[in-house]
């Protein structure tokens, strides 16, 4: 089953990897960010490797967000994103596992599990 793992963060603090760029991330001996950063690079090499990873994209910063709506035939475009929150979508995993417990797992080995938030997702399939 195909899940969609949407990575939080803080648009003050914007950038990638996320946790990086956070207070206590900041705050981190450089061993530590060093770690959390491998740890993200033999993630994302093991779920390649294991055929469970279909793709991980980062997003740009919500500032670069462009709201499009349709009323009544007439197309609105607007700046920022669509809701006004502390944490905004920074990234995306999309996986195909066997299990949604695998997809739990796999989300709470995203370093900004630690941070901020993974929402796990599942990818609704059609009828």
Same mark, same amino acid.
């Given at each position: 089953?195909? /899940?969609?793992?949407?990575?939080?963060?803080?648009?003050?603090?914007?950038?990638?990897? %996320?946790? #990086?760029?956070?207070?206590?991330?900041? =705050? #981190?001996?450089?061993?530590?960010?060093?770690?959390?950063?491998? !740890?993200?690079?033999?993630? #994302?090499?093991?779920?390649?490797? %294991? +055929?469970?990873?279909? &793709?991980?994209?980062?997003?740009? @910063?919500? =500032?670069?967000?462009?709201?499009?709506?349709?009323?009544? +035939?007439?197309? =609105?475009? &607007?700046?920022? @994103? /669509? %809701?006004?929150?502390?944490? !905004?979508?920074?990234?995306?995993?999309?996986?195909?596992?066997?299990?949604?417990?695998?997809?739990?797992?796999?989300?709470?080995?995203?370093?900004?599990?630690?941070? /901020? =938030?993974?929402?796990?997702?599942?990818?609704? &399939?059609?009828?």
């Amino acid at each position: 089953m195909k /899940y969609l793992l949407m990575i939080h963060s803080n648009p003050i603090t914007w950038g990638h990897p %996320s946790f #990086l760029h956070t207070e206590a991330g900041k =705050a #981190l001996p450089k061993k530590a960010r060093e770690a959390l950063t491998a !740890q993200l690079e033999n993630l #994302l090499k093991d779920l390649d490797n %294991s +055929g469970e990873l279909i &793709t991980a994209l980062p997003l740009d @910063p919500p =500032a670069k967000t462009r709201v499009v709506r349709v009323r009544e +035939g007439v197309r =609105a475009t &607007t700046d920022g @994103p /669509y %809701s006004e929150a502390k944490e !905004q979508l920074a990234g995306v995993f999309l996986i195909d596992v066997e299990t949604p417990e695998r997809a739990e797992e796999i989300a709470a080995t995203i370093p900004e599990a630690a941070f /901020y =938030a993974v929402e796990v997702r599942p990818v609704a &399939t059609p009828d």
